[in-house]
């Protein structure tokens, strides 16, 4: 399983199978709040025993761009969507 946070419609646990990406964890979660800052996702992983933080930015998935670090996901990951920022469009 991992678990989604923050800026999504219905945070929570979900089962994954291989090679599922964040965008993926996100459309289960269904998908980005109308508040998402899609350039500051975040992903907490623990590597041999500590916690890691990959940034993701999924900024240009809506307009069909390339979505940088759009990574596979890995039993246990918690992937964060925060707020935008007051002066993040």
């Known amino acids: 399983v991992i678990y989604t946070t923050g800026e999504v419609a219905k945070p929570g646990q979900y089962p994954i199978k291989d090679r599922t990406t964040v965008l ?6 269904g998908g980005f709040g109308p508040f998402a800052s899609k350039r500051r996702v975040h992903v907490y992983r623990t590597i041999n025993g500590r916690e890691a933080v990959i940034p993701v930015n999924l900024e240009g998935i809506e307009v069909g761009g390339h979505s940088a670090g759009n990574i596979a996901l890995r039993p246990g990951d918690v992937v964060v969507v925060p707020e935008r920022g007051l002066f993040e469009w």
């Open 24 to 29: 993926q964890a996100i459309a289960q979660a």
